[in-house]
């Protein structure tokens, strides 16, 4: 399996690129293709330091030809920049392509973390993205809440559980990603109209993190 990053040459790709390239292909896309080059080779160092040989390859290129080669593809990109990177790659990919995104509509403001969708009456990450899906099934949301310092750790075990809605096949698919990472536990919440649930849950946690003072925290349903 292909799994490609859109925006992976930040925490989140990093840190789905060191772990999952223990058994698959990883691509890292970047508007800038000798930028993601340039972290595919340091990836790749960083996984062979924590787990010695990889089974799969990292290799970087622009956010298009990611696209194009995808098996799974994951947007790894901010809110504001989904109608103009999604309009441009979604078309592109493979018809048997799944689109993860872990997008949040979040701003932080004098109260602290908000939700933009609720607060400015804007469209959910999952509603944008969905514009420019050729077939919607294949569209899921997950990793909304994960910590980027614990997740570029490859040696570090997680203990989180990880949102996930779609279409029951596609979510399969994540599902199994998800399992890939050592602590990791996938929790179904619904079709893709209930990703709303997810993505309000960021915010949440991080007002929840500054006004106590944890750190790097996630969520675990006991």
Known sequence: MKIGI???????????????????????????AARASDSAVEYTNLAKEAFGEIKGIISGNDNLSVAKESDVLILSIPYDNIDSTCSRVLPEIKD??????????????????????????????????????????????????ISEKKLVNPTLVLDY???????????????????????????????????????MSTPLLLNAMIRNKIKNPGIKIV
């Open 161 to 199: 559980d990880i949102f996930v809605c779609g279409d029951d096949a596609s979510v399969q698919v994540v599902n199994g990603l998800i399992n890939e990472i050592k602590g990791l536990r996938p929790i179904y919440l619904g079709p893709i109209e209930l990703s709303y649930f997810a993505e």
């Open 96 to 145: 048997s392509c799944v689109v993860v995104s872990p997008i949040v509509p979040m701003t932080k403001t004098d109260v602290g973390f908000e939700c933009v969708a609720i607060k400015e009456n804007k469209p959910f990450s999952y509603q944008l993205v969905s514009k420019h899906m050729k077939d919607k099934s294949k569209l899921v949301s997950a990793f909304h809440v």
């Open 6 to 32: 859109i925006g992976g040459t930040g925490g989140m790709g990093k840190g789905f690129a060191l772990r999952w390239s223990q058994n698959h292909d990883v691509i890292i896309g970047s508007r800038d």
